[in-house]
């Protein structure tokens, strides 16, 4: 049997030649790191963040939020009811413009008209109250009863019902003021 398998030959054939070997290659790496720092830190870098520190952009973090745009209301004033189209986009366009879990389509006759048969007063409840998937007052309950009402008459007008919108009740008060102080002269 031939042993040409078994020989191998190494550039490395003394102890002082490994030694010289593993200081070369240590020096090698040290050499590219010196270079790679070298090169990272010579040029100086600008992009994003690298004004985060300027007088203009600390001032831009510290701007109060009411500064965005954003309206604040005062929370013990009088609430200002909604029209009946800005809660349907506001609440209830999340369900009723896709018809998610089963809801009517907004402006869909063929859906609508069953609920719209039931009357007013039944619409009227469901949504308050909520019905099988839909929450009540569709999720929103800081919405006044009267708001509900000018959403379900919008929604079930583009469906095809004909209902009137329901007034503020302060302007329904006044109203019967004025019709009882008429009948009283």
């Known amino acids: 049997m031939s042993d040409a398998h078994n020989e191998h030959e190494s550039a490395i ?3 002082k030649q490994l030694v010289v070997a593993v200081i070369g290659f240590f020096a090698v790496v040290i ?3 010196i270079l790679l720092v070298k ?3 010579t040029d100086k870098l600008t992009g994003r963040g690298s004004d985060s520190q300027s007088a203009e952009s600390v001032a831009a973090r510290l701007r109060p939020v009411a500064d965005e745009g954003f309206t604040l209301k005062d929370a013990s004033g009088p609430k200002q009811l909604q ?3 800005a809660v349907y986009t506001a609440v209830c366009a999340a369900c009723h413009g896709s018809g ?3 809801s009517p389509k907004f402006g869909d006759a063929g859906a609508w008209g069953p609920r719209i048969a039931q009357g007013y007063d039944t619409l009227l409840k469901h949504a308050i109250e909520g019905i099988r998937a839909m929450p009540a007052k569709g999720g929103n309950p ?3 009863d009267v708001e509900v009402a000018r959403a379900v008459v919008h929604m079930a007008n583009a469906g ?3 209902f009137k919108e329901p007034a503020a009740p302060a302007a329904a008060a006044e109203g ?3 019709a009882s102080a008429a009948s009283a002269q």
């Open 31 to 33: 050499f590219g790191i």
């Open 176 to 178: 019967a003021s004025a």
């Open 13 to 15: 054939k003394t102890p």
């Open 142 to 144: 800081d919405l006044d």
């Open 100 to 102: 998610a879990a089963g």
């Open 83 to 85: 029209s009946g189209e």
């Open 39 to 41: 090169f990272v830190t």
């Open 160 to 162: 095809g019902a004909k």
